[in-house]
């Protein structure tokens, strides 16, 4: 073991933190409890605004990285991408989360694990 969290309590910590910030957070699609990757998809009051994806370092450090097509595509662009990535990696996690800073709530509660 590597001493690295899983990914359940990640995606728990951060749901449980936007939630008690006054903010929405939901798991879209589930993924492996102990290792799966973890893919957030950010909103502000309902409008979209980016897809952030969990990623380790050389050294073992967690961070968030932006991924997926930009803030101003359209709904059917951003489903075939969140579909598209699903498919390719059924162990991924889908988390959305739509409070004021989503970006900073998730990188904060990432660099956890």
């Not at 979209?48 to 050389?58: A, V």
């Not at 359209?74 to 988390?95: G, H, Q």
Request: aromatic share 6%; glycine share 10%; net charge negative.
């Amino acid at each position: 073991m590597t001493g690295r969290l899983p990914a359940k309590t990640l995606v728990s910590a951060l749901i449980r933190r936007v939630n008690q910030a006054g903010g929405f957070a939901s798991v879209l699609a589930s993924g492996e409890d102990m290792g799966g990757m973890i893919l957030v998809q950010t909103l502000e009051r309902g409008r979209f605004s980016g897809f952030f994806e969990r990623m380790t370092d050389l050294d073992g450090r967690a961070s968030l990285v932006r991924c997926g097509p930009p803030v101003d595509s359209d709904p059917p662009t951003l489903s075939a991408y969140l579909n598209r990535r699903r498919s390719s990696d059924p162990d991924l996690w889908i988390v959305e989360l739509d409070i004021v800073d989503a970006e900073r709530f998730a990188a904060e509660t990432i660099a956890m694990g």
